[in-house]
């Protein structure tokens, strides 16, 4: 068997997670000599078509065209992985799916109707059958370097689905809730980024998306406790992880709050 | 040889997604269309009624490969919108930050996608198996700039250390000190890496009058502060930038063309532009090897900016060992500030040129309005100029070979397309 095929396909995104493989400096030309890395715009100008055995799709589907791209990259791939925030929950430009797309794309482009683009920003997953998701803004490049080598060697990737905060501990940082009083997202995010943010002083703010069985309620009922008011709470779910279904639904339910208070 | 078309359906090896559409009749150009077609992203939308402290984060996002330059532009605005005046000791912290951008962008652009078009490869991959030790060493530059970023940002991508006002918190002594070894190396390395890239076989031409635009300052080589310089001598205070630039929106494209309202025409951003500007005020090391190549004192070939970008990493490992050998940080993190209704403008060096940010804010810190001008987009325009007429000097039977030279051609401005597909105060159309 020849060495198995390597496409990296980009929606709407910032290229920060597929850049995550060229970032891979020490393993990248080691990772080059095991896999063939046939379609990869950002890198190489050899372009071949699929069929891939493997294909890591960076970004959010947000306009028509894209929408019938991944269906043609599905068809070719053998394992699709999606790579980041973007591509696994909508990114950053699904904070345009609660509000007027139109009137976004009006305050932006002087002549909207140039430009094609879908009502919501949409994560892979709704589209086509996704085989491996892995998380975060950016994305972890050990993660996606244990991730390809897993593949390579016939396991299941495994990535850890425990919350930012076991990171914490491990590391040595003390609380920056507890000790300071500062709100961190920590509890109810997935780790992966080895909980950086509170090393450096600041809440974490939840680039890798909800852990698994967050219990967000509980959360927002302490940050409230402690002053915040429902929209501050409802607002910080509201960034690079919007519509991941748990943050999205503990923010709607803040802002519906919010508006009874009002 | 009627009419016909070449199009490149993909630009490969930039960031984001564009193509590239050519029509000629007979040997006469009739169109150039750089078409970018990523989709928009609406960040300038996305970012109104936020926190202004969420800017940075955000912003970060519009690029991962330079959001130190976002992070950057827009925590000056902010503070110019607060009326707050941060510590020389956070300024230099900053500028080492951007040091570390510009080697990792320029690393990574030089080597892994500029360089293989000057020796025939399709990738920096492709030529590490003739080429392992240029490619080695190129991998490491671009490491040592990742880690700069990642000591001082907290991350390589999208670093989380930064914020208005300063830095949440300031490295230690010992973080600082563990780099220097190697960016000691990196300096030697870097100055071998430009030598290499000097001595490639430059394409014999120069674009016709173009006017370079850049930050200048009088006691530093431009990076986060300064007013504009032009290469027609004129000088223009980043508060007036709106004045004297314009953004039109075209059919083709989801990013903007900028043009001067002044001349009407299109203007250059990036390495060549503020080596043009500046060459006096390069680091040392930079200076003697410029002259040492013998690079033009004003270098018009567009093909040559991979020497600029070799030039501008020796320049940032020589400012950021400065840097990192210099006294014990002192002094507070960052400065704080109350909330006051105000407007705010800040131009930053981006490793692909000059980058501006304007806010609005209200009296609760709530972000108003934002406008955002990325160098790529302003050097759209200049781009399609300059390959109306590299096409005349390229033009053959062979239209895969014309593609592929127009494309190099592309390249070499190191078009981030991810970076330009939004703006704002779209005043002309133009079908």
Redesign the interface.
């Known amino acids: 068997m020849g060495k198995p095929k390597l496409g990296v396909f980009?929606?709407?995104?910032?290229?920060?997670?597929q850049?995550?493989l060229?970032?891979a400096?020490?393993q990248?030309?080691a990772v080059?000599e095991v896999i063939d890395?046939v379609h990869?715009?950002?890198?190489?100008?050899?372009?071949e078509s699929g069929p891939y055995d493997i294909a890591l799709i960076e970004g959010s589907i947000?306009?028509p065209?894209?929408a019938e791209r991944i269906q043609q990259i599905r068809r070719d791939s053998k394992f699709l992985m999606t790579i980041g925030a973007c591509a696994t929950a909508g990114?950053?430009?699904a904070?345009?799916n609660g509000?007027d797309?139109t009137?976004?794309?009006q305050?932006?482009?002087?002549?909207p109707e140039?430009?094609q683009?879908l009502d919501q920003s949409t994560a892979i997953a709704e589209h086509v059958k996704v085989d491996f998701e892995l998380r975060g803004?950016?994305i972890n490049q050990y993660q996606l370097i244990e991730v390809i080598q897993s593949l390579l060697a016939g396991r299941t990737p495994r990535t850890p689905k425990h919350s930012v905060c076991l990171d914490c501990k491990r590391r040595g940082t003390v609380c920056v809730t507890v000790a300071q009083g500062i709100a961190c997202l920590g509890p109810v995010t997935q780790s992966g980024?080895d909980a950086?943010?509170p090393?450096?002083?600041?809440g974490c703010?939840g680039?890798y998306g909800p852990a698994a069985q967050p219990n967000l309620v509980s959360l927002s009922t302490q940050t409230l406790k402690a002053g915040d008011s429902p929209a501050e709470a409802a607002?910080r779910l509201q960034?690079?992880n919007v519509s991941a279904p748990a943050f999205h639904q503990e923010s709607q339910r803040l802002t519906d709050q919010a508006r009874e208070q009002n | 040889m009627g009419n016909r078309t070449i199009k490149v359906e993909t630009l490969t090896r930039v960031e984001g997604e564009g193509g590239l559409y050519i029509r000629l009749n007979g040997e006469a150009v009739d169109e150039v269309r750089l078409e970018i077609y990523e989709p928009p992203r609406l960040f300038e939308a996305l970012l109104r009624g936020r926190p202004l402290e969420d800017v940075p984060d955000i912003t970060a996002r519009i690029c991962g490969i330079c959001p130190v330059a976002y992070q950057m532009s827009s925590v000056h605005a902010l503070e110019a919108a607060l009326e707050v005046t941060v510590s020389p000791e956070i300024r230099r912290l900053r500028r080492l930050l951007y040091c570390g951008e510009w080697i990792e962008s320029h690393g990574l652009h030089m080597h892994l996608l500029h360089a293989p078009d000057f020796l025939g490869f399709d990738s920096g991959l492709e030529m590490a198996k003739q080429f392992p030790e240029e490619v080695n060493r190129g991998l490491r530059l671009k490491k040592h700039g990742n880690q700069l970023v990642d000591m001082l940002g907290g991350r390589a991508i999208h670093p989380i250390n930064v914020c208005v006002g300063g830095f949440y918190r300031l490295p230690t002594r010992k973080e600082v000190q563990k780099l220097i070894p190697d960016f000691e190396w990196g300096l030697n390395a870097a100055i071998e890496t430009t030598r290499w890239v000097a001595s490639f076989d430059f394409p014999d031409f120069e674009s016709p009058d173009c006017e370079y635009i850049s930050l200048s300052h009088p006691d530093e080589y431009p990076m986060n502060a300064g007013v504009m310089k032009t290469s027609s001598g004129d000088t223009i205070d980043v508060a007036n930038y709106e004045a004297e630039f314009e953004e039109l929106q075209v059919p083709h494209s989801t990013a903007l063309h900028a043009i001067r309202k002044s001349t009407g025409r299109p203007y250059l951003l990036g390495p060549l532009a503020r080596i043009n500007l500046n060459r006096d005020r390069l680091s040392p090391s930079a200076q003697k090897l410029a002259d040492e190549i013998k690079l033009e004192p004003v270098c018009c070939n567009p093909h040559k900016a991979i020497i600029a970008r070799g030039l501008e990493i020796i320049h940032a490992y020589e400012e950021a060992l400065m840097i990192l050998r210099d006294q014990p940080l002192k002094g507070k993190s960052r400065e704080s500030y109350e909330y006051q209704a105000g407007k705010g403008m800040s131009a930053t060096e981006a490793p692909r040129g000059t980058l501006f940010h304007r806010y609005i804010v209200d009296k609760d810190g709530k972000i108003v309005e934002a406008s955002i001008v990325p160098p790529t987009s302003q050097n759209q325009a200049q781009i399609e100029a300059d390959l109306k007429q590299w096409i005349s000097h390229v033009i053959s039977k062979d239209e895969r070979e014309t593609a592929r030279k127009c494309e190099n051609l592309v390249r070499a401005y190191d078009p981030c397309i991810s970076c330009s597909t939004h703006f704002l105060n779209v005043k002309i159309e133009r079908t």
Do not use: W
């Not at chain 1, 990869?40 to 372009?47: H, K, N």
């Open positions: 980009k929606f709407a995104s910032c290229d920060g997670c850049l995550s060229l970032d400096e020490d990248l030309l080059a890395i990869f715009p950002e890198a190489s100008s050899r372009l947000t306009t065209h894209d990114g950053i430009q904070l345009r509000a797309t009137e976004f794309m305050a932006v482009y002087a002549t140039y430009i683009v803004c950016p980024c950086i943010c090393s450096y002083h600041r703010y680039c607002h960034n690079f």
